[in-house]
């Protein structure tokens, strides 16, 4: 399959670039890689995040469905629907929660992807513009380092930054 035009290299660097030249225009103190990837490839990792809420607040559901079953089955005198209500509501509680966790995986998976990608992009366009004295001061090996483990380590954090706040909020 032909790669999607939003998730081809030039298209995912050059918005970066964007709002790289940006940072560039800041006082060297102040910019911020972080930022300008951020800025640039952000949104769906906060989108992310909203399913992350969402399925955290669902765990929450089934404790308490499963309090009500258990309920059920110890009070005779209850109708049968009740019973069967509650078994279909732990059923798509679950639906629900496997769906909204996918769907956060799968956004959070791709930021990653796409930061890696820009990174890869920026370290390599840099590398080709380098002047000779900055060559001799730069080993090829640094240069393939920072394209290959470092551009990495940003796709390997993406899927688990959201689990500061997800945690203390699952305890």
Not at 11 to 39: D, M
Not at 54 to 82: K, N, T, V, Y
Not at 119 to 138: F, M, P
């Amino acid at each position: 399959w032909p790669l999607a035009v939003h998730d081809q290299c030039k298209v995912i660097n050059t918005e970066f670039k964007t709002y790289w030249g940006k940072e560039l225009e800041l006082p060297v103190e102040q910019r911020s890689l972080v930022r300008a990837l951020r800025l640039a490839h952000g949104a769906p990792f906060y989108v992310a995040g909203i399913f992350k809420l969402l399925h955290d607040l669902l765990m929450f559901l089934g404790p308490l469905l499963l309090s009500q079953l258990i309920g059920f089955i110890g009070d005779p005198e209850q109708p049968a629907w009740r019973g069967y209500a509650i078994c279909f509501a732990i059923f798509w509680v679950n639906i629900a929660e496997t769906a909204l966790l996918h769907q956060y995986f799968q956004r959070s998976f791709r930021v990653g992807m796409v930061l890696r990608s820009s990174t890869i992009a920026s370290v390599y366009e840099k590398s080709l513009n380098l002047s000779i004295g900055s060559r001799q001061q730069l080993t090829q090996g640094a240069i393939v380092n920072l394209m290959a483990v470092d551009a990495q380590r940003f796709q390997d954090l993406m899927p688990y930054l959201h689990m500061v706040w997800s945690a203390p909020l699952q305890i």
